[in-house]
Nanobody
């Protein structure tokens, strides 16, 4: 089983920055894509950004130019640098890791989520 854990949320003023980190851990797994999702109160969970094992990234239109996703494959970590934050970025941010475990079985694991609040 692969566990995923996020860190780095908090309260920030509009226009500020925050950085989120996520670690995948377990045994005998191979990571493919990793991504960040968010869910605001009363809304569905949405993709924020995702990155493949090769480093190709894609972003939601609402965060392009403000957020940057990166990963460290050796440390099985993914990061989300969030700049120029807006109140509408307020949400619980979840990390997702997908890949394969023993015998090539696919997995998709979610973290518990970390709260990001953008408010003055």
């Amino acid at each position: 089983q692969v566990q995923v854990a996020e860190s780095g949320g908090g309260l920030v003023q509009p226009g500020g920055s925050l950085s989120l980190s996520c670690t995948a851990s377990g045994s005998s797994f191979r990571l493919n894509a990793m991504g960040w999702y968010r869910q605001a109160p009363g809304k569905q969970r949405e993709l924020v950004a995702a990155i493949t094992a090769g480093g190709s990234a894609n972003y939601a239109d609402s965060v392009k130019g403000r957020f940057t996703i990166s990963r460290d494959n050796d440390k099985t970590m993914v990061y989300l640098q969030m700049n120029s934050l807006k109140p509408e970025d307020t949400a619980v941010y979840y990390c997702n890791a997908g890949g394969t475990i023993m015998l090539g079985r696919p997995f998709s694991s979610w973290g518990q989520g970390t709260q990001v609040t953008v408010s003055s």
